[in-house]
């Protein structure tokens, strides 16, 4: 199988549902998973960054998943 990359940020229902669906496909027990978390910009976004972590952090049944969680904010294109 292909390995799969996504990148999540401060939005826990959308990396949730996005895991949810990718974990229905045909072959995701197969599939290595890998979650790049970016870090809060300011102390105000930690809350939102640590809600994504639980979500991410949980397991959804692919072969392995395997998390990358930026202690600072890097931007997508750095992320990448």
């Known amino acids: 199988m ?28 197969d599939t290595e998973l890998y979650i790049f978390s970016d870090g809060a910009k300011s102390e105000s976004g930690v809350g939102a960054v640590e809600e994504v972590r639980k979500v991410i952090r949980q397991s959804y049944g692919f072969r ?8 600072n904010n890097k931007g997508l294109a750095k992320s990448i």
């Open 64 to 71: 392995a998943t395997h998390l990358v969680e930026a202690e």
């Open 2 to 29: 292909v390995p799969v990359a996504l990148f999540v940020y401060n939005r826990a229902d959308h990396a949730l549902a996005t895991l949810q669906a990718l974990a229905a496909n045909l072959g995701a027990s």
